[in-house]
């Protein structure tokens, strides 16, 4: 498809969604760059699903203007949603077509010309590690599988811009790595633009920038790295053998305000890796363990807001095995 | 074009998976061929002759027929309530095919699985000594593919409103089987009560239902089993453009209420 001169594969203005009184979306306004990975991170009701719905045509904004390759997200649904692909945060496959089926459905209504068909799905299931598996009904399928099959599909008709909303949500540690392999891996071959939405704070740092959204405002956007230097600097973890004397000499000759945190002290300085070697000949009371800690997006989100993104993401990770439990006992 | 494929691709998907669903297809003409069997066998002793050649066996057949057709037609709206259910949905409607394209490829899926289990009825046709010249055969075709794509576009209408399976189910029991039960499908439509009358005339099963009954009895009709609307007899061609324009009326509904449709 032709595209539109512009910068911005991704651009919003001002938009908003109003549901009764409330606005999931409250004047919003930000831009992607072609080839961008950009993240969107935030709790659980922050916003994040309402603006991927928007940016993907299922929902329409109250007011406001959203741009995907050009293409008005209201005006001109079908030419955006040819050029974006999906991952929803719910899975969206059919279960009871094989894994071969559901990328065939995908690339008919996408408009994949018969003659690359094939090749593609096979292609696309290779590189997912599904072929083997190609003819086996997705309900057969593991998690982990049925999100790596959704990931290809999403990408079976080269969109330009792929939405990843939680994909990783309810996976174990060990496939949310493999996933993040696959996505990383797609964007340096295929130069795809990836818009993802997380609350986890390590995914969030696969991101070129980050956005955190926050009742319906974005209250930050920058690089992972701008938005961890907020915070101030490292965070350096002192073991001694006496901590009162220690914290004396650390207030008395350095200017540093400490905090005791159990048997340890915890301190900020702007540069941790030269603050330790000149530290450790100089400091008089004896040191048993120092460690060095870049801040992390969590430091940074509890900086701007107050609450700590962890304890939102232990809920809703509770709230999913709930869910799955309850699926499973449903079943069985 | 785009379109077209998209219809084909919504429609061959429901194809698919039907085939699959051996339980569903051997169950939705069991319960219809219990009623022939039961009924029939069991009230065509006491009823004797509807009218000459027509015991109450054969007077229910085509009802029958029209009954199952209705049925799965009826239903063909719960794959979109399924599709909601499990997410699938989604994936359909942020495809970049028209949301009238989605509609109709629904619409044609339930209709053309609903002919397939009318063409499976008519099978038993001679177990009910019930016979069907393949003349016949060739018209009932279109005539209940048409009563079928009707009844689909309503089913696809409703669930296209409709966010649960429970609710889906509440809503079929109380539409379903009123229609059904007041299509003629039981009994001869000539001489009912006057409100029992008015809510069977005003009921567009009964006409999907009298047009295959016309067809499969043909000159062994009588005129107690004839439908009067008006006070004009109703004929074949009369009782489709009723079936065809309640169709068209439910489409274009079904087609703009998914139109709108937001996730």
């Given amino acids: 498809m032709e595209k539109k001169p512009n910068r911005h594969i991704i651009l919003v203005e001002h938009l908003q969604k109003k549901y009764a009184d409330l606005a999931a979306v409250d004047d919003v306004s930000f831009s992607v760059d072609e080839g961008e990975v950009f993240g969107l991170l935030g709790p659980n009701g922050a916003g994040k699903t309402t603006t991927i719905n928007i940016l993907c045509t299922l929902s329409r904004p109250t007011s406001g203007k959203a741009l995907i390759n050009g293409f008005d997200v209201v005006h001109e649904q079908s030419r955006v949603r040819q050029c974006i692909g999906l991952v929803f945060q719910d899975p969206s496959l059919d279960e009871r077509l094989t894994a071969l089926e559901n990328l065939e459905f995908h690339s008919r209504v996408y408009n994949v010309p018969a003659s690359v068909r094939k090749e593609r799905i096979e292609q696309i299931l290779r590189m997912v590690e599904l072929w083997e598996r190609r003819h086996d009904l997705v309900k057969t399928f593991s998690g982990g599988m049925k999100r790596r099959l959704e990931l290809g599909r999403g990408l079976i008709h080269y969109p330009k811009v792929l939405f990843l909303d939680e994909p990783t949500l309810g996976l174990d540690p060990q496939s949310r790595n493999r996933l993040w392999e696959f996505i990383l891996d797609l964007r340096r071959k295929e130069g795809v633009t990836i818009f993802l939405t997380t609350h986890y704070m390590d995914e969030a740092g696969y991101a070129n920038r980050i956005a955190i959204m926050d009742y319906g405002k974005i209250i930050a956007l920058d690089s992972p790295e701008r938005l961890k230097s907020l915070v101030g600097g490292d965070v350096i973890s002192l073991r001694t053998t006496d901590d009162e004397t220690a914290q004396a000499e650390l207030l008395s000759r350095y200017q540093i305000e400490s905090k005791r945190d159990g048997e340890q002290l915890v301190f900020e300085v702007p540069n941790g890796e030269e603050f330790i070697p000149a530290f450790i000949k100089g400091f008089s009371t004896d040191i048993l363990n120092i460690s060095l800690r870049r801040p992390t997006l969590d430091d940074a989100f509890l900086k701007l807001t107050g609450r700590q993104l962890r304890d939102e993401a232990v809920k809703s990770e509770m709230k999913e095995m709930a869910r799955r439990y309850g699926h499973y006992r449903m079943r069985h | ?263």
């Fill in chain 2, 1 to 263: 074009m785009n379109n077209l494929r998209g219809i084909y691709t919504i429609w061959y998907r429901d194809l698919l998976r039907f085939r699959r669903d051996k339980v569903r297809m051997v169950g939705s003409i069991t319960f219809p061929l219990l009623f022939l069997v039961v009924f029939g066998s069991g009230l065509s002793g006491t009823m004797g002759m509807l009218a000459p050649g027509v015991n109450f066996s054969k007077f229910i057949f085509p009802g029958i027929v029209g009954m199952t057709v209705l049925m799965t037609s009826f239903t063909a709206g719960v794959s979109v309530v399924w599709d909601r259910e499990f997410g699938f949905l989604k994936e359909v409607l942020v495809a970049p095919i028209s949301r009238v394209a989605v509609a109709a490829g629904k619409t044609l899926g339930g209709a053309t699985i609903a002919l397939i289990q009318g063409i499976v009825m008519l099978l038993f046709a001679p177990i009910f000594g019930v016979s069907l010249p393949p003349g016949i055969v060739l018209k009932l075709l279109p005539v209940m593919f048409l009563v079928a794509s009707a009844l689909s576009a309503m089913g696809i209408l409703l669930a296209s409103r409709i966010k649960s399976m429970e609710a889906h189910q509440v809503v079929m029991q109380f539409l379903m089987f009123p229609m059904i039960f007041l299509s003629g499908v039981f009994f001869p439509v000539g001489n009912l009560p006057s409100w029992m009358s008015v809510l069977v005339k005003i009921n567009p099963a009964t006409y999907g239902v009298d047009s295959i009954r016309q067809l499969v009895l043909g000159p062994q009709l009588t005129t107690s089993f004839s439908l009067n609307v008006l006070g004009h007899t109703m004929s074949i061609v009369d009782d489709l453009m009723v079936v065809a324009a309640f169709g068209v009326v439910m489409a274009v509904l079904a087609m703009w209420s998914f139109n709108i449709q937001e996730y």
